[in-house]
């Protein structure tokens, strides 16, 4: 519960990131619990850093050039609330973070953080949940898991424990994070509600500068109560994790020295008993040395000189075989980033089963988003028992706005969509993600092919959410999906068409590629009520492209036959006859005679399914009147599917 009287400053020191700040102060400013305050302090910038800053409603304070930790502690000085949010320049808050953090205020706690979500040029590189308070005090010890960017920290804390030290490289986050410890207790929100962005000029980029600021900040502050044997034991335990997370560094960055780095971390402590994963580390720097670099043995190892590789010397006219991906699909240049959104609602026994096919893709994706719709069962503490699993709660509103809610939330370029009783095989986003193409707005696996406005609105093609990657452009470009309870079940439909409407392409990837698990609980089960949401979803998309009435009533009377083919089949007799009841004069008498021999005829229940699909031919010849709005080639398209037949067996 947030404490009324919490007063929250939030302080961004900034040097020459004026392109940087409309991004961070835009997450600050739509933070659903506003600060009192929000602080910039300009560390001598030569840009417009003040400038943009000011205009964007932050009060900006002024100062010579002096690093990152003289900024921050400018701006805690200068701050009159009793937390300090902190925040890089270049880094951003997703909406609820603040609101979050303040729930978790206690008299006794003096540092709240959250989860993160590691940016690089190309996308989402981690998703990162936060760690346990307990287990991050113990890693304190030796390492840093806690970004600047996600803390609040309580001032008077910080003041007391002598605020950020000054005249470091680096690694000042870390040793005031040590220092703040004897003051009281750490909290943290688990999901990863601040975006944290790499750049090749970020200082954390530098392996080099990461080690000095390790120097400047060990023997003070890391090693402060450590006396004989565990102070050494400890120097070179630290000294072995961070020349490790050095070389880490360094192979991202494509900086030199990898392999260096990690062969002074196994000297430093050469136990594979305490933090392993410098020995897999390790493994990987070596293949990439003797496999990936053309050989040359320990001599290369050793950083020593060996003889190039001999196709080295032939340069680009060496012809190398084509693989199997070469002969069918583009290579991708660059990472693109996918988030899964699931909408969920009461989907405790199902939902782990989608979960756990998003986690097993041969070809992972950068994060999951659970959107719990309001459930009364324990499916959103299921779901946050995954890895790289966020999960959002919100008011019950259907599976359109759960689905938006998903969206909004999400940092992925493209939204693969997965209903919470369907799964992915483990290869469908490497295979859909082959089909990327600059015009695609929708990747899918259905059959139909090709898909267009024309085949959508006569309902010839349809496109299964759970198999679809959207991109995130095309679903802001048309507004999402509609979250009306009267297109509900259809909602996906009505944003297949709008997109339809755009310059965005439909293209088809491989078929199975997704399981439809159907259950009691599917909305689709449930014909009468489909029936009515695609009327209404036929009136929506018929009104926004300006149909003529007698054409939104044919494309009415066509849904509403094909509704009654699937009650018949299920012997559902008065929803059918209701369905029935419901078309056109002209036909009603018919069709409803013969819906009514369905309880006493044999033969008529056997044949009216035929007798209906025998309609085809008598709507084939309908051609629209043309008389709508739609631009000329979906409008082209249009006219020739209407020329097919509307029922499909």
Known sequence: MIQPETTISVVIPAYNAAHFLPRSLASVFAQTLPPNEVIVVDDGSTDHTSEVADALGARVIRQENRGLAAARNTGIQNASGEWIALLDADDSWLPEKLARQAALIQPEVVFVYTGTRHFDDHGTRIVQRAIEPTAARKMLRYCNPIVPSSALLRRLA???AGGFREGVPSCEDWGMWVRLLPFGSLAAVPEPLTNYYLHPQSISASPERMLDGLRAILEPTLLNGYHGIERWIWRRRIWAEQLCSAALIARDNHVAGEMGYIIRSLLAWPSPFWQPRRFFAFGVSLQ???FRKGGGGFLYLAGLPTESHPLDALGSSVKLPKTSADTSFPVRKRKISVSAVIPAYNAEEFISVPIQSILEQTCQVDEIIVVDDGSTDRTAEVAAGFRN???I?????????ARNTGIQAASGEWIALLDHDDAWHPEKT???LRYIAPDAGVIHANRFDPIHFGTLWHRQAHITPSGAMVRKQALLDVGGFEESRA??????????????LTQWRFVRSRENLFNWRLTGKNQSVNDAKMALA???AIDFTGNRVRCQPEEIERIRQASRVEYAKNLIAGQRWDE???ILGECTPGRAPQWLSLACMLKTSHLARTNLVRWLHTLDAKYSSRVCSGECSLPEPQHKLCMESCRTPYFRS
């Open 487 to 500: 297109v509900m079940g259809v909602e996906d439909l009505t944003l297949w068409l709008k997109i339809a």
């Open 288 to 290: 990439n040395k003797l």
């Open 430 to 432: 490497e295979i859909q």
């Open 389 to 391: 699993t966020r999960v």
């Open 393 to 401: 709660r919100r008011p019950n509103g259907g599976q359109g706005a």
């Open 158 to 160: 910080v003041l007391a």
């Open 576 to 578: 059918a006859i209701r």
């Open 534 to 536: 695609d009327l209404a």
